[in-house]
């Protein structure tokens, strides 16, 4: 690979048990959040995604809020969504929200834009579900020209035109690093090759490789439309222990009632503890020792080139020591090991 690859971790502020095996307060799970990216931030994770939710089992419905207090106590860990829901959101708001962000942390704000996994954000901001597509389409085309920080002028459907409208603040650098977010239907690769925006991979289940057409698919199209290289990153769940068997134990039960909760709402059926070890054998679970995690995060950005792998560290109510610990071994350990692997 050209260039080192980039290690990030994402959550999504989960609600975590506390000592006592019952639920934390929000309140205490996005502060120890806080610290957890703090943490990253000292052993060296090249960034951190804070995803945003508007239900009760995750903590943060405003990322960029966390984000701002992560970015108040680090120096070098960049900060974006993962992700923000663009579809019931304003583009313009969204824009001026992580230009705030890069102004408070001197240049380190992303953001990933996306449709989102679960869609209670459409009634609680008075959105007709039936528009799912329109609303994406027009947002983003909206944010793709917010993005160039010069007037805007554009017209839709779901929102009043605008003649020649400046936003501010704009950035200090003049860019915002934008991803789009995409789940695996060529239509999305398309549409992050059109826009020009580098493309992150969802890959929550199942074998990695079979998202190498994807990747393929978006270089060609950026080639094809005469746009230049940009990187691919993918995004999946794991955790890591000091042994392989310590990973699997600490994980399993966390992990199985986050997936089962989430299952039971869109028909899948219950986890077994073969779906689980399978998952980590030959699927997108990256659980495990440092140096089993690292041989599985290098055999992906091998299998699909990719320029940056962020893993998902939180799952369900996984306490937040334990969650502390896997961030330490993941910036000291895994990180170095993969780059090693892919040297």
């Known amino acids: 690979m050209s260039q080192p690859i980039e290690l990030g971790l994402d959550t999504f502020g989960d609600v975590t048990d506390g000592p006592d095996g019952k639920p934390l307060h929000a309140a205490q799970v996005i502060r120890n959040l806080v610290e957890e990216g703090v943490l990253a931030d000292g052993v060296g994770v090249d960034f951190i995604g804070v995803g945003e939710h508007h239900r009760a089992d995750f903590a943060v419905s405003s990322p960029e809020m966390v984000l701002a207090a992560i970015a108040s106590r680090t120096k070098r860990i960049r900060l974006g969504s993962a992700v923000t829901v663009l579809s019931s959101d304003d583009p313009i708001r969204v824009f001026q929200r992580f230009s705030t962000l890069d102004a408070i942390s001197s240049g380190r704000a992303e953001v990933i834009l996306g449709r989102g996994s679960f869609i209670e954000s459409f009634p609680l901001f008075g959105f007709d579900l039936k528009n799912y597509e329109r609303l994406f389409n027009e947002k983003l085309d909206l944010f793709a020209a917010v993005l160039t920080q010069q007037p805007v002028t554009w017209h839709g459907t779901t929102r009043p035109p605008l003649q020649a409208q400046n936003v501010y603040p704009k950035t200090e650098s003049g860019r915002l690093t934008t991803w789009i977010g995409v789940g695996g239907t060529p239509e999305s690769v398309m549409r992050a090759a059109h826009y020009g925006m580098p493309m992150m991979l969802a890959i929550i289940g199942g074998a990695p490789k079979r998202f190498a057409p994807f990747a393929d698919l978006y270089r060609r199209a950026l080639k094809?439309?005469?746009?230049?290289?940009?990187?691919?990153?993918?995004?999946?769940?794991?955790?890591?222990?000091?042994?392989?068997?310590?990973?699997?134990?600490?994980?399993?039960?966390?992990?199985?009632?986050?997936?089962?909760?989430?299952?039971?709402?869109?028909?899948?059926?219950?986890?077994?503890h073969d779906d689980f070890e399978r998952e980590i054998e030959s699927g997108s679970l990256y659980c495990g020792s440092p140096e089993t995690v690292a041989k599985k995060i290098a055999a992906t950005a091998k299998a699909l080139g990719v320029g940056r792998f962020d893993m998902k560290y939180s799952a369900g109510p996984l306490s937040h020591d334990k969650m502390m610990r896997c961030i330490e071994l993941y910036g000291r350990k895994v990180m170095p090991l993969v780059r090693e692997l892919l040297a």
């Open 224 to 272: 094809e439309l005469g746009k230049p290289e940009l990187p691919v990153g993918v995004h999946s769940h794991g955790y890591v222990a000091e042994t392989d068997t310590q990973a699997k134990e600490e994980l399993f039960d966390d992990y199985k009632r986050m997936r089962d909760r989430i299952g039971a709402e869109r028909g899948w059926p219950p986890m077994t």
